[in-house]
């Protein structure tokens, strides 16, 4: 599968924006998807999973309450809402797919990755 994640930009403090992942050559109706970012000079983190039903959704103590993940099988797409956008959240934004169904925040199960979107938020 090939994901491309968009969406990303450069916003101030307390702005919102949508990211979209958009997967091709087959579907990702069966997979877990997850939004992973890197911010400079640190290590990828898990921000937000979806099961493949989209029923369910987990996020980082860091986003909870300010990030939606959801997404649209018809489109085999998922997005990432993100509300109350702060400079701690600059970073590129990764989508990947789950090998698994249910919604996950363990990186080793996630095998296919997009090539990432910038998000940056100034002060």
């Known amino acids: 599968v090939q994901l491309q994640a968009s969406g990303g930009g450069l916003v101030q403090a307390g702005d919102s924006l949508r990211l979209s992942c958009a997967a091709s050559?087959?579907?990702?109706?069966?997979?877990?998807m997850g939004w992973f970012r890197q911010a400079p000079g640190k290590e990828r983190e898990f921000v937000a999973a979806?099961?493949?039903?989209?029923?369910?959704?987990i996020y980082a103590d860091s986003v909870k309450g300010r990030f939606t993940m959801s997404r649209d099988s018809a489109k085999n797409t998922v997005y990432l809402q993100m509300n109350g956008l702060g400079p701690e959240d600059t970073a590129i934004y990764y989508c990947a797919a789950s090998i698994t169904s249910p919604a996950t925040r363990r990186t080793e199960l996630y095998r296919s990755w997009g090539q990432g979107t910038l998000v940056t938020v100034s002060s």
């Open positions: 979806i099961d493949w039903r989209g029923s369910q959704s």
């Open positions: 050559r087959r579907t990702v109706s069966n997979n877990g």
